[in-house]
């Protein structure tokens, strides 16, 4: 699929199915990164702590939201990167997780404007509860009609 720059409509939204973030997907998250605090890996010791349980990465939430939202792959644009990111509220082993983006900002590309133009698409992720637990605005590089 192609849509180019001039083809996104402001206020366009999707929302994802939900995911249930599981146990594995922390251990595995934990594998790949090297990063094996005890706030995700030792059930005994977070028992003590403020949340009184385990809870999940906030690198493993975005990337699963980030996920979430990828349907069909658009040929002509690319992600440019991730702004304000906020880690709002824990996720727990067994949380469902959704995602929801909306398109909030076209603008032309700093350096390459007849080419590109740049696309901002809030995301907000859900819990379960309706709880916001995670947003961020994930940006894209798009390629303009030649």
Not at 35 to 41: E, S, V
Not at 61 to 90: H, T, W
Not at 124 to 129: D, E, G, P
């Amino acid at each position: 699929m192609k849509r180019y720059f001039e083809e996104y409509e402001l206020n366009t939204v999707q929302v994802s199915m939900g995911r249930t973030i599981t146990e594995t997907d922390i251990v595995l998250h934990a594998g790949q990164t090297g990063d094996f605090y005890p706030h995700h890996m030792d059930a005994e010791w977070s028992k003590t702590q403020v949340f009184g349980e385990r809870v999940a990465y906030g690198t493993l939430v975005l990337i699963v939201s980030v996920g979430q939202l990828a349907r069909e792959m658009n040929e002509v644009a690319f992600s440019y990167g991730y702004d304000k990111v906020r880690f709002i509220a824990p996720v727990f082993i067994g949380d469902t997780i959704t995602s929801r983006a909306e398109i909030v900002g076209k603008r032309e590309h700093p350096k390459r404007g007849n080419e590109y133009g740049m696309i901002d698409e809030q995301v907000s992720v859900t819990n379960q509860k309706g709880e916001v637990v995670l947003a961020f605005i994930h940006v894209y590089m798009v390629s303009r009609k030649q």
